[in-house]
């Protein structure tokens, strides 16, 4: 199924216009998949169009999710799964704008790390705690061992990013 959505991105709106889930169960309905995949693709492509953050943000995690053993070619451990769980938690919490300045990366010991576009500023994830650094009009702010919540992590990235 991932393939047909992939295929017929095309539909995505333009920055003014938005489709709605008729419209995009009208294109669907010529494609030749079974009716519960053409819902199932209709609510992802309207999910995608209306939290085109949120929707990269998932993307990144899903590729990050199968990263292996030795991913970087010097022994990285693959990126735990309950790291990658409170990421998409958070997303599913958070608001498509909470993504607009933070970058994703791996990191060799299985956690991740956002990174801010617009200033010094990162968050260090872990299976239950997470730590940050941020430097802002030469301000700095950090706390290590923070123990993993939705609400004070996204707090943390409001205030940070």
């Known amino acids: 199924m991932q393939q047909t ?4 991105k095309t539909i995505q709106p333009t920055r003014d ?6 419209d995009v169960m009208t294109y669907l309905h010529g494609i030749n998949i079974s009716r519960e995949d053409k819902k199932s693709v209709g609510r992802q ?8 953050n949120k929707a990269k943000v998932l993307n990144r995690l899903e590729h990050l ?3 292996a053993y030795d991913w970087d070619g010097y022994g990285a451990l693959p990126i735990s799964n309950a790291v990658i769980d409170n990421l998409k938690k958070t997303v599913d919490s958070s608001r498509d704008e909470d ?3 933070w970058m994703i990366s791996p990191t060799p010991n299985g956690t991740l790390t956002l990174q801010s576009k617009r200033h010094t500023a990162s968050i260090s994830i872990g299976d239950e ?5 941020s430097c802002i009009n030469n301000t700095e702010t950090w706390a290590d ?7 004070s992590f996204l707090k943390i990235m ?3 990013g």
């Open 5 to 8: 959505v992939t295929k017929i």
């Open 17 to 22: 216009k938005s489709y709605t889930f008729a």
């Open 45 to 52: 492509l309207i999910f995608e169009a209306e939290n085109e």
């Open 65 to 67: 999710s199968t990263l």
């Open 99 to 101: 993504w607009v300045v």
């Open 129 to 133: 705690e997470f730590s940050y650094y």
């Open 145 to 151: 061992n923070v123990k993993f919540a939705i609400s």
């Open 158 to 160: 409001r205030q940070i």
